[in-house]
């Protein structure tokens, strides 16, 4: 029986600290019909040079530039889809797999056509406790995913983190790449949202692996760390005021609502640079309003048509 062509998209950016040994971890994967494909965002690191001579095997796209999680992504998505990719797994550069990771993935993924995003379990990047992700996102089934081998195959869930995010064929086809409108954080859960509106399941998969460090080249630069609360303040309010299953005026209230709760939250603990970052903010997303309702009216036209 023909396995599924899985392409694994794992999108560089500097990622010289972690590159090589997640590539020679995906090198190690029990699974016969995959490909692996390095997009770089514009590296300076050598980390290309790195994995360009010594693996060999693994393709390379070069943006030329570093375009952001979404569009990063979205070169990867396109080849893989040119080349017939019946699925396509995301995967950050700061992850190491599991050997029986993807056979896991695959497994549980030809069992229903309507799972359409599956996850694996996030273990810290240097043991097998659970890391953060797993902790917070999934902390109801804890109990559960401490005994993988008595779990259920899949869990259901709104959203799965895009460092392990393995999307089937047709779930891009319905419901487009990933939105460009965000450039870091909240696209995979954008995604989800889209997905589950035209029907398709999101789940965890408690047999499928992988150690992840969590916060890459964001928690390695700590002079950064401001930028990254930046990119995750300003994706949640698209995603509050994006929702295609509520109106507009039901997604503004969403926006204040949101807005309300940050600065409540930036109040208690007064930092100005925070403050301002959120005026900053806002006047951003009032001078993209037009994008941000396009991007709602797209996506709501494709629940309408599912309902139909």
Not at 51 to 75: C, H, K
């Amino acid at each position: 029986m023909r396995q599924p062509l899985v392409y694994i998209i794992v999108l560089n950016y500097n990622g010289r600290r972690w590159i090589e040994a997640c590539v020679a971890a995906l090198s190690e994967t029990r699974y016969d019909n995959f490909r692996v494909v390095l997009v770089d965002n514009g590296s300076s690191d050598n980390s290309v040079e790195l994995i360009r001579s010594g693996f060999p095997q693994v393709q390379i796209i070069a943006n030329g530039g570093n375009l952001g999680f979404s569009e990063g992504n979205n070169a990867g998505i396109r080849e893989a889809l040119a080349s017939n990719a019946d699925y396509v797994v995301l995967l950050n550069p700061d992850t190491k797999v599991r050997p029986e990771w993807l056979s896991e993935l695959m497994a549980v993924a030809e069992t229903s056509q309507n799972l359409g995003v599956l996850g694996a379990v996030q273990l810290e990047y240097d043991s097998l406790e659970f890391n953060s992700w797993t902790r917070n996102a999934a902390g109801e089934f804890l109990e559960e995913l401490k005994v993988p081998e008595s779990a259920r195959d899949w869990i259901p869930m709104e959203w799965v983190e895009g460092s392990c995010f393995a999307v089937r064929r047709k779930v891009f086809e319905v419901a487009g790449l990933l939105d460009p409108i965000y450039f870091a954080f909240y696209e995979e859960i954008d995604f989800c949202r889209r997905a589950a509106c035209l029907g398709y399941k999101v789940a965890l998969v408690p047999r499928s692996r992988v150690h992840h460090h969590r916060g890459g080249n964001w928690e390695a630069d700590p002079s950064i760390k401001r930028e990254r609360d930046y990119r995750c303040d300003r994706g949640q309010f698209i995603y509050a005021s994006t929702d295609p299953r509520n109106s507009i005026f039901r997604n503004l209230h969403s926006y204040f609502v949101t807005l309300g709760t940050k600065l409540k939250d930036t109040m208690n603990g007064f930092s100005p640079a925070r403050l301002f970052d959120l005026a900053r903010i806002q006047i951003e997303l009032v001078a993209m309003s037009g994008a941000i309702v396009g991007k709602w009216r797209r996506d709501r036209a494709r629940l309408v048509s599912e309902n139909e």
